[in-house]
């Protein structure tokens, strides 16, 4: 009995695949029915889609989620639905603002009219964004009034959604800073539109524009 045992266990397996192509590398007794083309019909090469969606997982960002594949419809889900890398509406995000000012001072009303770059990210619920107002140079007034640069920032930066609405701060080049309101509403997970507003004793300011993802 013994020395049947060891006959067994000696000496080439015989090949039990049933796929072809049979290579003289295959040298294995398991029986697989792997249709792939790699030289080894132990390893199944194959695509293999598991949730069934059409695409296999080497292209499928979610091979366990059938709604999500290439191409699906992106919802807001906090979920990158259509593999393209970005969830919702992630990404970086640019626009322009326009912004009107009016201060008073010793007792007479000055107006300014600012253009206002937008530029920021959404990432993963986080916002941040800059807008960069920048008076004329030129104006006198303006820039003793408003400063070298307005500029306007989150000062709470969580996300969700279409929607964004919470504080904003407005701080001058000229030292001085104010607490505001600001909105961002998206219409598509590439386009929205952004707001701000401040309104102080001496001074108010708000504008609004269309930002886009990039
Ligand atoms: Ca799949
Ligand atoms: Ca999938
Ligand atoms: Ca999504
Ligand atoms: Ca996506």
Known sequence: MILLLALACTGAPADKDTAAPDTAADTDTDTDTDADTDTDPNVDT?????????????????????????????????????????????????????????????????????????????????LAFTITCTPDPEDVDAQRLLGETLIVTPKD????????????????????????????????????????QMSGVSLAASGSGDIARE
Do not use: H, K
Request: negative net charge; hydrophobic residues 35%; proline residues 3%.
């Open 46 to 126: 194959a695509p293999v889609d598991l949730d069934g969606d059409g695409y296999a997982a080497d292209v499928d960002c979610n091979d366990t989620n059938v709604a999500v594949y290439p191409g699906a419809p992106e919802l807001w889900n906090e979920r990158d639905d259509d593999c393209d890398g970005l969830v919702d509406a992630d990404g970086a995000w640019s626009g322009s603002m326009q912004m009107a000012a009016s201060a008073v001072y010793e007792g007479r009303r000055y107006d300014f009219s600012l253009r206002c770059p937008y530029a920021g990210t959404r990432t993963l619920g986080q």
């Open 157 to 196: 930066t969580d996300v969700t959604g279409a929607a964004w609405a919470d504080d904003v701060e407005f701080t001058s080049a000229n030292g001085w800073d104010s607490d505001g309101e600001g909105t961002i509403t998206w219409s598509s997970f590439s386009d929205a539109a952004v707001a701000v």
